[in-house]
């Protein structure tokens, strides 16, 4: 770049308002630096204070401004810059100097200056490689940053939105700075980051005695597939499951092309083919359960297949491992793939970036105290990812000279590298089942708290979500709260890997039940790709 033109080493930061009434603007200091000291504030008081002198006339009058100070009057084409209420305050509190002409100065003490304005160059604010703050995600801004923008542009109490949240830092400054936030992001490394990063904020607001907020991470994969598949306009009933049964199929060709399957002209069942692999899409808007993965493997064995792929959303907890280790005792080969939310954005889509993550199972066992039979604890015993079937050999085709990248292969995160002369080499990253989990967390009574959501009253259970409504008759829509059959994941107790400490506790802290019963524990598992897994264990105490 420096041969044809200068290099371009700024951005530049917008900012817009709704209207002047509704603009904030909090000016921001930064600290005089030694130079300026020494060469701004150059006069010392006796008590050690250091100060300027500045001229307290100006070019233009404004206001009270021709009057004689003190016998003296300002230099022609000069005005008093103050009222000579505002040069009486000067005066008594000490802050006018006098030169051997009797021309008045303005003291300015350093003590009482905030500092130099912000600019728009920010030269002061690069985020060190062992900066505590540095989590090593690839965008990630200085704390410093997000900290002047935020104090400039809100107040304390506002609401502060990051819609690509990344690594968090808005969020994680919000806290700090006593804002209320929202964060996005459509990644889930993004996603998983940033909720480390908070946690971390809680603990060190804790340790200081400062108060901080609880937050809720919200997963909007099952709105978004009732967005895709919502269908409006006034339709018949037959005219709406027609329509409805069009988008389905647009879906399950969408997510065959982001799986780079061949979709099968005689998809009775089947929906695609992956190599010498069969594929089926599971249902849109219900998680898998054993009854499909059974009629999956009634329908491989009426055509003789032994291989196939499950692609679903969702599947039920607890369905892993057991029901693939019964397909395998019938000679079928089933791998189960969760679908990932980039489906919904056809340039991933085009571009083959989707990739398609492997279920994983979790076991965790209650460790029950011996001295009190209200208390728990919860050790997490094993955390098994299933192989991908072919995986390897695909990345490994398309992988370019002088490149690597990661892959599941029978269980193992393998890195594949590719150098410059084409030779490729495989490296085994995970030792051992603990090095995939990256953070886990406990819910000592899952079934505690229901998720409820609001719905129009006119719609079913399956109805469309609230938003998703036409309103083209203008009329007023009343909404109910509704039981969605799901939980709320409180996270009670975690543990998870940073970057400067690579440990992970197996065994959660101590829990004490208020009365004896039946519970059920959720046990939450994030791995290194940011996939999250859920096991549910019942428990009795008392």
């Known amino acids: 770049q420096g041969a044809r033109h200068f290099d371009t080493v700024d951005d530049t930061i917008l900012f817009f308002a709704k209207s002047d009434d509704h603009k904030i603007w909090n000016t921001q200091y930064v600290p005089f630096s030694d130079e300026q000291i020494e060469q701004q504030y150059n006069k010392i008081e006796e008590d050690g204070r250091r100060y300027r002198l500045v001229t307290p006339t100006a070019a233009k009058p404004g206001g009270d401004t021709s009057y004689p100070w003190k016998g003296v009057t300002p230099p022609q084409g000069r005005f008093w810059a103050y009222s000579k209420s505002k040069m009486e305050e000067f005066d008594s509190q000490g802050k006018l100097y006098y030169s051997s002409t009797g021309q008045p100065y303005i003291k300015y003490y350093l003590d009482e200056r905030p500092g130099v304005a912000a600019s728009t160059i920010r030269a002061d604010m690069l985020l060190a490689p062992t900066a505590k703050e540095r989590v090593d995600y690839p965008t990630q801004k200085p704390e410093k940053l997000l900290e002047r923008i935020i104090k400039a542009s809100s107040n304390e109490g506002d609401l502060v939105a990051d819609f690509f949240c990344g690594s968090g830092t808005t969020a994680a400054v919000a806290e700090k700075l006593g804002r209320k936030w929202i964060a996005t992001d459509l990644g889930k490394f993004g996603i998983h980051t940033t909720r480390k990063r908070l946690i971390q904020v809680q603990r060190d607001l804790k340790a200081k005695g400062s108060p901080f907020r609880a937050f809720e991470v919200l997963n909007l994969g099952r709105y978004e597939r009732q967005a895709y598949l919502n269908v409006g306009g006034r339709l018949t009933g037959k005219q709406k499951e027609q329509a409805l049964a069009r988008k389905e199929q647009e879906f399950r060709e969408l997510i065959l092309k982001a799986y780079r399957s061949e979709p099968l002209a005689d998809a009775s069942f089947f929906h695609g083919k992956n190599g010498n692999r069969l594929v089926v899409v599971g249902p849109i808007n219900l998680p898998v359960g054993r009854l499909f993965v059974e009629e999956v493997i009634t329908e491989c064995r009426k055509r003789g297949a032994s291989r196939v792929d499950v692609l679903a959303f969702e599947f039920e907890m607890g369905l892993f491992p057991a029901v693939l280790e019964e397909a395998k005792q019938k000679g079928i080969d089933v791998a189960p793939k969760t679908i990932p939310p980039e489906v919904f954005d056809k ?193 009795s105490v008392g």
Request: hydrophobic fraction near 40%; charge should be negative.
């Open 347 to 539: 340039r991933a889509v085009e571009r083959g970036q989707v990739r398609f993550h492997d279920v994983a199972y979790v076991e965790a066992t209650p460790r029950y105290e011996r001295d009190d039979k209200l208390s728990l604890r919860m050790e997490l015993v094993d955390f098994s990812v299933f192989y991908s079937q072919g995986l390897v050999d695909s990345i490994t085709a398309e992988l370019k000279d002088g490149k690597s990248e990661v892959a599941c292969d029978a269980g193992q995160l393998v890195k594949i590298s590719k150098d410059k002369s084409g030779v490729v080499t495989q490296e085994v990253l995970t030792k051992k089942w603990t090095d995939w989990v990256d953070y886990w967390a406990v819910d000592f009574n899952y079934e505690n708290r229901k998720e409820i959501i609001q719905v129009a009253k006119r719609m079913g259970v399956e109805g469309e979500l609230p938003g998703l409504v036409t309103a083209d008759s203008g009329e007023f829509i009343e909404f109910e709260e509704r039981w969605t059959g799901a939980y709320i994941f409180e996270n009670e107790w975690q543990s998870f890997r940073t970057r400067k400490d690579r440990s992970l506790e197996l065994v959660s802290a101590t829990h004490t039940y208020e009365k004896p019963g039946r519970y059920v524990v959720a046990v939450k598992v994030i791995d290194i790709f940011g996939n999250d897994t859920m096991t549910l264990v019942p428990v």
